[in-house]
């Protein structure tokens, strides 16, 4: 069983920046593309961003492309989110996610419990 715990969320103003943290367990972090995920109220879960299992590759949505970076440190079985000039559109929670070699991105084996990250106009 893999665990994903998010951490770093908060209240931050508009222009202003957070990085998320997501810690995982188990061996086999370094086999399995890491992504963040986000659902404001009222709406689906959205993708944010995926990341390869060596690192060397990430993808983003549009909506925050050029403000957020993806990171990973196999070593410490952590994936990484920098946000940065963060809107109020941005506000959400924020799940991290692990896909298993071989899946889609975009439909994660395992999920966090979410991080809440709300930006104030």
């Known amino acids: 069983q893999v665990q994903l715990v998010e951490s770093g969320g908060g209240l931050v103003q508009a222009g202003g920046s957070l990085r998320l943290s997501c810690a995982a367990s188990?061996?086999?972090?370094?086999?399995?593309?890491m992504g963040w995920f986000r659902q404001a109220p009222g709406k689906e879960r959205e993708f944010v961003a995926t990341?390869?299992?060596?690192?060397?590759?990430?993808y983003y949505a549009d909506s925050v492309k050029g403000r957020f970076t993806i990171s990973r440190d196999n070593a410490k079985n952590t994936v990484y989110l920098q946000m940065n000039s963060l809107k109020p559109e941005d506000t959400a929670v924020y799940y991290c996610?692990?896909?298993?070699?071989?899946?889609?991105?975009?439909?994660?084996?395992?999920w966090g419990q979410g991080t809440q990250v709300t930006v104030s106009s």
């Open positions: 996610a692990a896909t298993a070699p071989g899946t889609n991105y975009n439909v994660p084996d395992y």
């Open positions: 188990g061996r086999f972090f370094s086999t399995y593309a």
């Open positions: 990341i390869g299992r060596s690192g060397s590759r990430a």
